[in-house]
């Protein structure tokens, strides 16, 4: 039994769904936030303290994105897909953490998860300045195929996709990227996503 610490309004939801798509068991120990986005209590078994963290058996993880592609290794394919199409997941995964994440989290505090008198408005626009760059990349993928790989969903697209779930719940301007919005659509509207969205804003 996969053992995801953290709460679901919280990058835990990304392994939630991952443990989701992969058909495995799991359960969640609730771990929040007290004021000011810091943990309600400290979580050894996380050295950086933060959620979500993963206990396999003997094995403990940490990193959201790195859960998943445990999660999705244990599941096979289609989620985990081999040979070169493994290596791309990599670089999609690192391209979401590296390229994506940043910004989308820049914009997402000053934009709607800090209190309104702490937001700064030329902070959300620098984030959608620097993502909408990223996006036009992420469009112009998306313009050849349905999903990063190819025709199947990957951890791939599980992994950026829940890294751009909070903008795309919470207003942001996709309209210049109608492919990108598609393909989110699409991913975070599956079966599994839903049952995992449900945990989150249900
Ligand atoms: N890169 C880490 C980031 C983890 C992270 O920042 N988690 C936040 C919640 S989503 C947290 O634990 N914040 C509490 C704190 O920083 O005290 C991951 O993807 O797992």
Redesign the pocket.
Known sequence: MLKIH?IPR???F?CIWAAEEAGLPYEVVPLG?AP????ERP?AI?P??????LEDGSLVL??????NMHIARKAGAPLMPSGDDASRVDQWTLWA?TEA?PHVMRWSYNAYLKPEAERVPAEAAAGKEALDARLAVLEAELATRPYLLGDAFTVADLNLASVLYGSWLNGYDYTRFPKVKAWLDACLTRPKALAARKQREG
């Open positions: 953290g919280s990058r835990a990304r936030f000011g986005f810091k943990l979580l996380n950086n303290n933060k959620i979500p963290a940490f990193e959201s994105l790195a859960i953490a994440e």
